[in-house]
């Protein structure tokens, strides 16, 4: 199995030299110069051999006084939540595909054996890979919610409800007007982790639909007070293992937002500000507008001010990327979490720009 594969010095190295993301969670690699252990997947400048250590816990590594990487994050994911991970890998290759797949294909795609990878799914997801299939063919699934619902009822039954039953009942919820939003969240319960990043502690919130909050700070302790302010009746509850899963992402995301952002977002807004954001999204990584820039795309260039409250007003930091726009002369311009978090948000995405 799997396990076995990484057992070898040269194996390991192999996989560190390639970012082999198969090898995450199989062991951790750690290096002697920078004191530092990182997932083999990391994409962090490639140490020499001679300095590489290899251990097959982040335990192991954190005794021997490594501490773990900020940028690949190696403590907050483990291998069942790599294994969740997968799983929902593969619902995104059944919500994308017209045809259906064999089981045998879907497994291959995410480097399970075919056995395992349909005990897992339905463990995980609560119904089959061919029940997920058929559900997903069906007509119920409209367009615009197809990526959301799908990928949350994987999310939702890997851990946010018990699987079978979870399913269905997130499912009506979906379909229903979030009425519970604009009445302070009331009768709605959110999950939420805490987790460190480059730019300080970071929190992120969900509700059953998708990621509702995510906020900076400098004091993990305050975090969970941000989110209660914009939802004062919702019921806030520490996710468990399985929202890791998310943190992570949101984490991965936030160092290097290249990639497109898989998990669905549970964006509440008014009907201009989520123009706004739909606007910013559009926008590449490093790239910045003006509010000037915002509002005459929107056909309204008298609204700078209102595109700059909209901006204020949104909860998702990053996954809606309100960094990313500046004033008109250039200036870093105003940040809900800090104008530092901002100034080194924009510089980080530069210089992954510049590609190495
Ligand atoms: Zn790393």
Redesign the pocket.
């Known amino acids: 199995m799997k396990l076995n594969s990484f057992n070898s010095d040269e194996s390991r190295w192999e996989a560190v030299c390639n970012n082999n993301p198969d090898a995450d969670g199989v062991f951790y690699y750690a290096v002697i110069t920078t004191g530092i252990y990182?997932?083999p997947s990391?994409r962090?400048k490639l140490p020499s051999r001679e300095n590489v250590h290899y251990f097959t816990s982040c335990n192991e590594a954190e005794s021997a006084g490594y501490r773990p990487?900020k940028?690949?994050t190696p403590a907050t994911i483990s291998k069942q939540e790599n294994t969740v991970l997968k799983i929902i890998q593969a619902c995104r290759i059944m919500e994308r595909s017209e045809a259906s797949i064999k089981l045998a294909d879907l497994a291959a795609a995410v480097n399970l054996s075919s056995y395992h990878f349909h005990r897992l799914f339905k463990k995980i997801v609560g119904i089959t890979p061919k029940q997920y299939a058929t559900k997903q063919q069906s007509r119920k699934f409209q367009a615009n919610l197809k990526s959301r619902t799908s990928v949350t009822e994987a999310i939702y039954a890997s851990g946010f409800g018990s699987s079978g039953s979870a399913y269905d009942k997130n499912r009506d919820q979906l379909a229903m007007v979030p009425k519970a939003y604009q009445e302070g969240g009331e009768g709605i319960s959110i999950r939420y982790g805490i987790a460190e990043c480059f730019l300080g502690w970071v929190i992120v919130a969900a509700t059953e639909r998708g990621i509702c909050g995510v906020e900076f700070g400098d004091d993990p302790g305050t975090l969970p007070g941000q989110i209660q302010a914009t939802f004062p009746k919702a019921t806030l509850v520490k996710g468990g293992v399985a929202f890791e899963t998310m943190i992570t992402a949101v984490v991965n995301y936030i160092q290097s937002p290249g990639e497109r952002f898989e998990l669905p977002l549970d964006i509440q807004g008014t009907v201009f500000q989520q123009q706004v954001w739909k606007i910013l999204k559009q926008l590449a990584p490093g790239e910045t507008i003006s509010y000037t820039e915002v509002a005459n795309r929107l056909g309204k260039p008298k609204a700078a001010r209102a595109v700059a409250s909209a901006c204020g007003a949104n909860k998702l930091a990053v996954l809606v990327p309100c960094h990313r726009v500046v004033a008109k002369n250039g200036a870093i311009g105003g940040y809900r979490w800090g104008k530092d978090r901002k100034k080194q948000l924009l510089d980080s995405e530069r210089d992954q720009g510049d590609g190495s």
């Open positions: 990182c997932r990391c962090s990487c940028r690949c």
